[in-house]
């Protein structure tokens, strides 16, 4: 449940400092996994009835029933992870889960656009980003200004309307992506739509038909949308490049390009996401806090993205997995570098190290994790083992 009296969390993430804070090394936030382990803290903090307050902390059983925490090393991506305990799925509320879901659909997407633009020698196939917004104001409540542009999304693609639209433009499918961000005119929520064709369609008349229709979409939704700013329309190649570099790894998000990595990106160009917002939050920003708990309120159960019917089969895609399954992926081969009993992992937790842990574990050396953990008091006698598993 989002909500309750959150002054007391806020009070004390910016008055109390963990003990990993007070140790050489412990605390740099320069890398990303260690920053996007101190959002969800402070996300934890404003929502601490909410699964992102348990992810990556709450242990699960094993497959043979005991309990505990590994710390496994995946070679192909020379990457680290944690086994065996809960994560929160919610590609919205939690920094650590928005980066493993978005990377993966950013892989999925790549995949899908190069298989559609190179199926056959000489065929020229087409790929527009559409950008679709409305006007609003600082004093304009998210809930109101987020409600009308989801009466205004449904209109431009459902019923008879969208139909024979779609049938005088040759669309042949549409991924359709939500994002958000608060700036001087307030709250920002916008869709970025990508519209697939067999053909290079002429770029203007379509331009200025997607006008059209979205002004008259937004109009019966009970707003405004201007002829220029409403509605965006892209069409170059590097444009398209660009929307699917925006799914790649820091510290490209910041250039903040047009797409699905929203939610995971910490960047202030045009209005601060609602990473940016946690950040600032984390810095001691409590009205940054109490605006990402608006968006928290507003956005929990919403799709951030959306292929349409039978596009995927026709990019050559397997089916589409939810935002749950992405979460939940595991690489197939990974090396066990450590295995904590639970007194161990609630030492890890106690100095907030999670984040500094994983980063020393992307070295893929067992040695190296030895000696972090000895650091925080952990010693092999006492809370973990090392070997290799699959």
Known sequence: MVGGDTSIYMEKRFQSKSVAESQDGLASTSSATIRRFALQSAAR????REGVARCMRAGHPREDGSWGVDVLYAPMKAAAHFGGVQCCRSVWLCPVCAAKISERRRVDLAQGLDSWLTFATGERRRVLLVTFTLQHERSDDLSVVFGALKRARKLLVGGRAAQQFGAEHSIVGMVRALELTHGQNGWHPHLHVLYFFNWDVPILPFEQAIKARWSDCVSAAGRYASWEHGCDVRFSDSDISNYVAKWGKDPAWTTA?????GVAKVARRKGRTPMQLLSDFLEGDAAAGRLWLQYAVNLKGER?????NGLRDRCGLTADKTDDELALEQDEV?????????????????????????????????????????????????????????
Request: hydrophobic share 50%.
């Open 334 to 390: 990974a090396i066990i570098l450590a295995s904590l009993t639970t007194g161990a992992w609630r030492v890890v937790l106690a100095n907030d190290a999670r984040g500094q842990l994983l980063e020393c574990a992307a070295s893929g050396d067992p040695a190296q994790v030895e000696t972090f953990l000895a650091r925080l008091g952990i010693g092999a006698a006492s809370g973990f083992g090392t070997g290799w598993g699959m």
């Open 304 to 308: 951030q993205l959306r292929w349409s």
């Open 45 to 48: 903090d404003l929502v601490p």
């Open 257 to 261: 390009h047009e797409m699905t990595k």
